[in-house]
């Protein structure tokens, strides 16, 4: 006589459509996929929206993840996209600035750009006068002898006069520091001033000064690069004198 041994195992799975898929009399090797479903039935989940724990069974499952509930889905999608506009807002906000920036320098560029060449002349001529009144600074007046005790203004006074030498305009022992009297009033008192330049440069140089020049026309670059040079020249002989006192 043949003893039979029968396993009997079964299981509930709902199907794609609904239906009801019962298994029977498979071993529990072959309705693995019966006792897996069992188990994700009886696990939880954590909510992506409220982080709450619930049933996996009783959420949702959308592309963006799992959720207790369609409200949850919903308002996490929201936010989600809410957020993402504010970034494209901060972005764009960025972008915005960055187009005036470019915009004010073009504006500030072309301002320039129609200036006369005398605007950038008279810069260069500001930048070497201010680095002559600081190399000068304590110094007598260069015509009169007057001392640098704060009683007058302090003029830088070219020797050779820059209307009528252009080519020696930035010539640094063309000029010196003055009262304001003697570079007003006395058209610079140039002969006082022809003794102590001798003294001070030797007669050879001022002989120089006082022959033929090489005629000079600076365009607006050179014009900027002196400007540029004379204010870095006075920042250095400031921070000079700041470090030894
Ligand atoms: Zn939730
Ligand atoms: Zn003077």
């Known amino acids: 006589m043949v003893t039979l041994r029968i396993r009997v195992h079964t299981g509930?799975?709902?199907?794609?459509?609904?239906?009801?898929?019962?298994?029977v009399g498979h071993t529990p090797q072959q309705c693995g996929w019966i006792w897996s479903h069992r188990k994700m039935a009886n696990s939880t989940r954590k909510?992506?929206?409220?982080g709450e724990y619930r049933l996996a069974a009783d959420g949702v499952k959308?592309?963006?993840?799992?959720?207790?509930?369609?409200?949850?889905?919903?308002e996490f999608a929201r936010e989600k996209a809410s957020k993402a506009t504010a970034r494209q807002l901060a972005k764009a906000k960025v972008a915005d600035k960055q187009v005036e920036r470019v915009k004010a320098a073009r504006h500030r560029k072309r301002k320039l750009d129609v200036?006369?060449?005398?605007y950038w002349m008279k810069r260069a001529q500001a930048a070497v006068n201010a680095y002559v009144r600081a190399r000068d600074a304590g110094q007598?007046?260069?015509?009169?002898?007057?001392?640098?005790d704060g009683s007058h203004q302090r003029h830088a006074s070219h020797y050779r006069s820059a209307g009528g030498h252009p080519e020696l305009r930035f010539c640094e022992i063309n000029i010196w520091a003055s009262c304001s009297v003697c570079n007003n009033w006395l058209s610079g008192n140039l002969v006082p001033y022809r003794e102590?330049?001798?003294a001070k440069i030797g007669i050879d140089k001022v002989e120089w000064l006082e022959g033929p020049q090489e005629p000079k026309r600076y365009r607006r670059e050179e014009y900027?690069?002196?400007e540029a040079e004379y204010k870095a020249k006075l920042k250095e002989l400031k921070s000079n004198d700041n470090g030894s006192l």
Do not use: E, N, T, Y
């Open 12 to 23: 509930v799975m709902i199907a794609k459509g609904g239906g009801v898929l019962l298994g």
């Open 47 to 50: 909510c992506k929206s409220c």
């Open 62 to 74: 959308v592309p963006a993840g799992w959720f207790c509930c369609h409200a949850h889905a919903i």
């Open 115 to 118: 200036k006369p060449l005398s």
């Open 140 to 148: 007598p007046c260069i015509s009169c002898g007057r001392p640098d």
């Open 196 to 198: 102590a330049l001798i």
């Open 224 to 226: 900027q690069a002196i």
